[in-house]
């Protein structure tokens, strides 16, 4: 059974920043590049990057330079570093495969606001 446990969310000021985790069960982590997904109030879920099995990472343009994803592989664990938040960074945060199965976690929400 695929699980994914994401956390870190919160409230945070304009140009803070947050760590993000996602626990996810070990055949899923081990056998997939991993991605982190959001979705806005009102807006589709969008992909916001991944980390392949090799540690190579891509991310959206919108994210680009300010997001950074990590895996550990001891702890089955991927990461997203997120700098400089802006209000519209604003979101549920998920982590799923690359590219996404159908199997989502609970996400977490991250709430970007002074």
């Known amino acids: 059974q695929v699980q994914l446990v994401e956390s870190g969310g919160g409230l945070v000021q304009p140009g803070g920043s947050l760590r993000l985790s996602c626990a996810a069960s070990g055949s899923i982590f081990r056998s997939n590049a991993m991605g982190w997904y959001r979705q806005a109030p009102g807006k589709q879920r969008e992909w916001v990057g991944f980390?392949?099995?090799?540690?190579?990472?891509n991310y959206a343009d919108s994210v680009k330079g300010r997001f950074t994803i990590s895996r550990d592989s001891a702890r089955n664990t991927v990461y997203l570093q997120m700098n400089s938040l802006k209000p519209e960074d604003t979101a549920v945060y998920y982590c799923n495969r690359y590219p996404a199965s159908s199997a989502w976690g609970q996400g977490t929400q991250v709430t970007v606001s002074s």
């Open positions: 980390i392949n099995r090799s540690g190579g990472t």
